[in-house]
């Protein structure tokens, strides 16, 4: 099973949609969870930290379920500047990688 | 805010020629990383350094070295080019002595070997 899997996509949505992706992770141990945000041939940037209790952004909700070891995404009222690939990213104790990034999600918001 | 800064947005070298792709921050950051990403296989860790001096191998050290003589400084070098390592460039610094804390990317350097 791989460290950090995320659906690929693309996940193509309209204006004002509500989209929630989803995460998985396979080190029960891990402690930091991430959102990351990456535009077209840009670097990847900090969208936000997830916590236990979950935790929200303006249009942005993130959740943690240590149970399923999965963490989610929300975004409601989606714009067309949200389109981008979003990369889930998880701490890990194991082999070399401190922090594990998924291979993210597509998303295309359309008009 | 956290300012990583890659010498290079693009760079071509050719084959057997030796690269040096130069990074700086400016937060005093005790950690920093070099990754490579390509298309379909995400990001990928080579090389990172926890300390002045310090480096660890990640997942694909094989055909690169580093070194950090500074603390905000942390060089990646391709010790003789190959074709296949053609691909995006990205360093990143965090702070503190654990690996649970986010990562701060640079602009990434596009890198062909011809």
């Known amino acids: 099973r791989k460290e950090v899997e995320q659906d690929p996509g693309p996940f193509n949505v309209p204006e004002g949609a509500t989209v929630a992706f989803n995460c998985t992770y396979s080190n029960s141990a891990s402690q930091s969870f991430f959102w990351y945000r990456q535009d077209c041939r840009k670097e990847p940037k900090l969208l936000m930290s997830v916590y236990s209790s979950g935790n929200e952004d303006g249009r942005f909700t993130a959740q943690l379920n240590r149970a399923s070891q999965y963490i989610s995404l929300l975004i409601r009222d989606s714009k067309l500047s949200d389109s981008a690939t979003y990369l889930c990213?998880?701490?890990?104790?194991?082999?070399?990688?401190?922090?594990?990034f998924g291979k993210g999600t597509r998303l295309s918001v359309i008009a | 805010d956290v300012k990583v800064t890659q010498s290079s947005r693009y760079l071509v070298k050719r084959t057997g020629e030796k690269v040096f792709l130069e990074c700086v921050q400016d937060?005093?950051?005790?950690?920093m990383f070099w990754y490579r990403q390509d298309p379909g296989l995400g990001l990928r860790l080579i090389y990172f350094?926890?300390?002045?001096?310090?480096?660890e191998k990640g997942d694909i050290p094989e055909g690169y070295s580093v070194s950090r003589e500074k603390k905000e400084r942390f060089s990646l070098i391709l010790e003789s080019a190959s074709t296949n390592q053609t691909s995006m460039y990205l360093c990143a610094s965090s702070w503190g002595q654990n690996s649970n804390q986010p990562q701060h990317f640079g602009d990434g350097t596009r890198l062909s070997i011809l």
């Open positions: 937060m005093d950051h005790e950690n």
């Open positions: 350094s926890y300390d002045v001096k310090m480096k």
């Open positions: 990213v998880v701490n890990s104790y194991s082999g070399n990688t401190p922090l594990v």
